[in-house]
């Protein structure tokens, strides 16, 4: 499953936040993939909005598997007093974002389609071609 959330930097300490993430622990990097937090990424944007993205199995079973491990506690502690809403630690005040789009999934589904459909060129108004050799040859030219 993918995974996005966000969250709030405290705008003036964004570059302290952005130092720390530039050599995370190895024990932390450690345990966030032995948890099974995949293609995990930070985005931060200027105003001190936090969105992360991760790739796991069970969201909920790959959080709970580091909120056991030490360095997880000492991490969060250490990112607390960084983040706007610091009533919770860093990791349980995260909104997660609703996917409503991925790319990847409606190329998937439309590939299972096996009636073709009828696009025109937007430009010149031509006829595209979409049974499925002519759209294979569409897709590797994309």
Avoid at 82 to 88: E, G, I, K, P, V
Wanted: one cysteine or more.
């Amino acid at each position: 499953m993918r995974v996005c959330f966000r969250s709030s930097v405290h705008p003036e300490l964004m570059a302290e936040y952005k130092q720390r993430h530039a050599a995370v622990w190895p024990e932390m990097l450690s345990a966030l993939k032995k948890a099974g937090w995949n293609n995990y990424s930070l985005f931060l944007a200027p105003d001190g909005q936090l969105i992360g993205y991760l790739e796991c199995e069970d969201y909920k079973a790959a959080q709970a598997r580091m909120a056991v491990t030490a360095v997880n506690g000492r991490w969060q502690a250490e990112m607390a007093t960084l983040f706007a809403n610091s009533d919770l630690p860093p990791d349980q005040g995260f909104e997660i974002v609703e996917e409503v789009f991925n790319l990847e999934d409606q190329l998937a589904a439309a590939d299972s389609v096996k009636e073709p459909y009828a696009v025109t060129d937007a430009v010149t108004g031509a006829h595209i071609n979409t049974d499925s050799a002519a759209h294979e040859y569409q897709k590797e030219q994309a």
